[in-house]
């Protein structure tokens, strides 16, 4: 039956989610039962994207790409991949209606991954859009269960978030992504010498982000609002730990938050939003 591999598609994309990323498996687990495991099918699709570009060195990352780009869209014209990260998400995409557009343009920017390139303000803006602000959008479609007018209300505010947390990583992974994969992408900032003024520039663009978003998030569906606020919450964690670094300190380690703290962040978390002091 073909029922018992969705099934076990499902299981390797929460597995791959969990394996990943603590904040966002956590995050998940405050969502709704009935949209948990879309948001995990749609977090290892794009996960195993973003590994083919990211990790594995040594390989050919142009032809690994080409043919995942190739099998999503086989995936999604046939209904159904051997891949079960890949059939999980075009289950997905079918059962919620996701925009082809979106997977398209996250697909672009992570091609645009492949190339050592400066980036200008416009190129900025677009990888962004494609590599996280879709992703926001994908799962806002799930949210609202296909709800176009809620969609289209939330829609600003759910670019913001994926924004905001995509701006956050490029912080967190400054050292691997300058010294090991030689990428810079915020636009006119010199890493040679990056300067307090330089990060502040950065850190006030995210911070607005973040006071823009929080407006969305209070919006959201009761299925998705406190499941989304614990990413936002773990992230604005996390970017206040950023904010306290000296840039230097930032290009010498990877941030990271430690799970003790995280455990700390979801209690206090979950008081205000049953409280509703969100």
Do not use: W
């Not at 299981?11 to 405050?30: M, P, V």
């Not at 925009?99 to 398209?104: G, P, W």
């Not at 040679?192 to 998030?217: H, M, P, V, W």
């Amino acid at each position: 039956m073909k029922q018992l591999f969705d099934e076990l598609s499902y299981k390797i994309s929460r597995d791959t989610t969990n394996k990943y990323s603590t904040s966002f498996s956590l995050g998940i687990l405050a969502l709704g039962t009935s949209i948990r495991k879309a948001v995990y099918a749609v977090y290892a699709y794009v996960r195993l994207a973003d590994e083919i570009v990211d990790s594995f060195h040594g390989y050919d990352k142009a032809g690994l790409l080409k043919r995942f780009v190739t099998e999503t869209d086989t995936a999604l014209s046939e209904q159904i991949s051997l891949n079960p990260i890949l059939n999980a998400f075009q289950h997905t995409v079918l059962k919620y209606n996701i925009d082809r557009a979106l997977i398209d343009r996250f697909l672009h920017s992570m091609k645009m991954d492949l190339h050592d390139r400066d980036y200008d303000r416009q190129l900025y803006d677009e990888y962004i859009y494609g590599s996280a602000e879709v992703v926001g959008l994908m799962c806002l479609q799930i949210f609202v269960n296909g709800n176009k007018s809620e969609y289209d209300r939330l829609k600003p505010y759910a670019m913001k978030l994926g924004s905001a947390f995509q701006k956050v990583n490029f912080l967190r992974d400054l050292q691997a992504d300058y010294q090991v994969l030689g990428r810079s992408y915020f636009p006119d900032i010199d890493l040679t010498d990056f300067s307090e003024s330089a990060k502040r520039q950065i850190e006030t663009e995210i911070q607005q982000e973040f006071s823009d978003a929080l407006i969305g998030i209070r919006l959201l569906p009761k299925n998705s609002r406190f499941g989304v606020y614990l990413a936002y919450k773990y992230y604005l964690c996390l970017f206040k730990k950023i904010r306290s670094m000296q840039p230097q300190s930032i290009l010498q380690s990877r941030v990271r938050i430690h799970n003790g703290h995280k455990a700390v962040v979801m209690m206090k978390s979950y008081l205000r939003y049953k409280v509703a002091l969100l």
